[in-house]
């Protein structure tokens, strides 16, 4: 039940980091 749930948040922390990090660098210079 609790699985499905963290698998979902865990997907979604994974997706916005890798924003940031596409983000990061332009955003630097």
Known sequence: MIA???E???AMD???A???R???PL???
């Open 8 to 10: 979902r948040f865990i």
């Open 18 to 20: 890798k924003v940031r």
């Open 27 to 29: 955003a630097r210079t």
């Open 4 to 6: 499905p749930m963290i």
């Open 14 to 16: 994974r997706a916005f």
């Open 22 to 24: 596409n983000r990061q």
